[in-house]
């Protein structure tokens, strides 16, 4: 099927990554009290927080929200990804072992060695390869939370989410990380209405 794009506030993720919100603990605010700010976010290096690290955040409109802080790994294309894209555990092809970094590159190809697997979580800013920063996991996108995450913010879908489980995939070499409505594999959430 085509690919297409559902909103992302039709869609709630399940945080399926190990561990729990650290309580109290507010992710990437700055001075000027900015959350997800550059100081912390996008960065050669870990800043304030640890790999795996969770917090919790309660958006006013969509309720609460799980952010996990994590590495990634490689990039569809090689290039930088947007807000709003969707990242999995990055694996290696060869012997399905986690990397222990996040990517949107699944391309399955032999010269490839990696693949998108285990829980999906959402971009919250451009990312870079190789860089940290924090992914939101759980939770309906949280909007008023995330600067530069809109209500007209879309994910790509492979064209057949409707209402209920989704879970994430690859349409083909080209596309990276996507929800898909087959629920052979690994739930990442829910849809509440299809995709357009």
Same mark, same amino acid.
């Given at each position: 099927?085509?690919?297409?794009? %559902? ?35 996008? @960065?050669?290096?870990? #800043? ?6 969770? $917090? ?8 609460? $929200? ?13 290039? $930088? ?21 996040? @990517? ?9 060695? #990696?693949? %998108? ?11 870079? @390869? ?12 949280? %909007? @008023? ?5 809109? $209500? ?45």
């Amino acid at each position: 099927m085509a690919a297409s794009t %559902i909103v992302v506030t039709k869609v709630e993720l399940i945080d399926t990554f190990p561990g729990v919100p650290t309580p109290g603990f507010i992710p990437g605010r700055n001075s000027a009290g900015e959350l997800f700010s550059t100081d912390y976010h996008n @960065t050669a290096k870990p #800043v304030n927080a640890k790999v795996g690290q969770k $917090a919790s955040m309660y958006d006013p409109v969509y309720g609460w $929200a799980t952010f996990i802080y994590m590495q990634v790994g490689g990039l569809d294309g090689g290039t $930088a990804s947007a807000v709003g894209s969707m990242f999995g555990l990055e694996m290696v092809r060869t012997t399905f072992l986690a990397t222990g970094r996040v @990517t949107n590159d699944d391309d399955g190809s032999a010269t490839n060695n #990696v693949i %998108i697997g285990g829980p999906g979580c959402m971009a919250l800013s451009l990312m870079t @390869t190789l860089y940290y920063g924090w992914f939101q996991c759980g939770g309906r996108p949280a %909007i @008023t939370l995330i600067p530069n995450l809109e $209500a007209t913010t879309t994910f790509l879908t492979n064209g057949s989410v409707a209402e209920g489980a989704v879970q994430l995939g690859a349409q083909d070499a080209d596309i990276p990380g996507l929800i898909t409505g087959a629920i052979t594999g690994l739930k990442i959430g829910f849809a509440y209405g299809a995709d357009v």
